[in-house]
């Protein structure tokens, strides 16, 4: 049996196994149940969940060549699963959502990152620093230029053109002709924030391949995501102000 990844919306299902008794089974005699019931499955982690009676399966995969980390809860004996988000009812946020950040949590060696082969953008005194992975295609990716990028100061940025060909046909055409233009920068800027028409020839040598071979080492499916001085690693078009307390963390 391959265990069921996909999440919930509540962990308040199988209310009778939350009504169950204490059990003395320890956390490694939860983990040798777990693995003799699903041998297929990597168990890195056994501890007693915040509800009585239940506990914390962390289950380690390999995704895009790094760990990934999913987690299940189950009784003692290891007789009923639960998939899906546990409810701190008190916060009304999700302990499971919390956890999984916690696990997969990726801290980029940013020393590492071949700026070199990025489109840099410097603004004010360009001082602090950030990358950012993006798709000319992408609606998102020009969301966040357009709302937040466009309004930081005393930043460089560096944009590592990541055209997901897959939902995009046509990105990597245009990443080409962005990168070939005698203007980088200019010729980015104005076709994600002004939404101007792209110009110019795509026959040029391109550092494409080797920043989807980094996006993939670094777990990276989707656009925007951006990485920060700290290593941070956060996924999506954040507003201005996650990104300001993202650029003020050490």
């Not at 999440?7 to 777990?34: G, H, K, W």
């Not at 639960?82 to 060696?109: M, W």
């Not at 940013?110 to 005194?125: C, H, N, Q, T, Y």
Request: aromatic share 6%; charged share 25%; with cysteine.
């Amino acid at each position: 049996m391959i265990l069921p990844m996909r999440r919930l919306a509540l962990a308040t299902l199988m209310m009778p196994l939350l009504a169950c008794s204490a059990s003395a089974e320890t956390p490694d005699q939860v983990r040798a149940a777990f693995k003799s019931k699903f041998p297929q499955h990597e168990v890195s982690s056994v501890q007693p969940a915040p509800v009585a009676g239940l506990f914390e399966v962390v289950v380690k995969m390999k995704q895009q060549g790094r760990a990934q980390y999913s987690v299940v809860y189950t009784d003692a004996k290891v007789d009923h699963l639960i998939t899906g988000d546990l409810i701190d009812t008190k916060t009304r946020t999700s302990v499971t959502e919390e956890r999984l950040a916690e696990l997969n949590k990726v801290t980029v060696e940013w020393a590492k990152l071949p700026l070199d082969k990025a489109i840099k953008e410097v603004r004010g005194k360009g001082e602090r620093k950030l990358v950012v992975f993006s798709d000319p295609d992408c609606p998102f990716c020009k969301k966040l230029e357009r709302e937040s990028l466009s309004q930081l100061d005393n930043v460089t940025v560096y944009t590592f053109l990541y055209p997901l060909a897959q939902l995009h046909p046509d990105a990597p055409r245009k990443s080409r002709q962005i990168w070939c233009s005698s203007d980088r920068a200019a010729s980015w800027l104005s076709f994600m924030r002004q939404g101007k028409a792209l110009s110019g020839s795509d026959k040029c040598a391109t550092p494409l391949a080797e920043i989807a071979a980094l996006g993939e080492r670094l777990g990276i499916s989707g656009t925007p995501a951006l990485v920060f001085p700290n290593g941070e690693l956060v996924a999506g078009a954040i507003p201005l102000a996650e990104i300001e307390r993202h650029l003020a963390a050490k």
